[in-house]
């Protein structure tokens, strides 16, 4: 099992920025598409933005060209570089990890975004 730990999360004004980080053990990183997801209150589960082994990215449309995310496989860590924030980006963000054919996807326990003045 891959075990995920997120951090960075915190409350931060509207236009603000945060930069949410989640470090794996237990698996080889590197060959794992790494994501980002989030859930508001009452709520499902969104995907936010994925990263591949390779490098690709994808994104939601309500973060595109906001966020960032990306990867360091030397530190097993993804991040996810939030710009410009919004109250609707209020949410607890879940890191993933997918292995594709070698297993099932892992998450993280979460870290909670607030954004409010």
């Known amino acids: 099992q891959v075990q995920l730990v997120e951090s960075g999360g915190g409350l931060v004004q509207p236009g603000g920025s945060l930069r949410l980080s989640c470090t794996a053990s237990?698996?080889?990183?590197?060959?794992?598409?790494m994501g980002w997801y989030r859930q508001a209150p009452g709520k499902q589960r969104e995907l936010v933005a994925t990263i591949t082994s390779g490098g690709r990215t994808n994104y939601a449309d309500s973060v595109l060209g906001r966020f960032t995310i990306s990867r360091d496989n030397a530190k097993n860590t993804v991040y996810l570089q939030m710009n410009s924030l919004k109250p609707e980006d209020t949410a607890v963000y879940y890191c993933?990890?997918?292995?594709?054919?070698?297993?099932?996807?892992?998450w993280g326990q979460g870290t909670q975004v607030t954004v409010s003045s």
């Open positions: 237990g698996g080889i990183f590197r060959l794992y598409v």
């Open positions: 993933s990890a997918d292995p594709g054919a070698f297993g099932a996807r892992s």
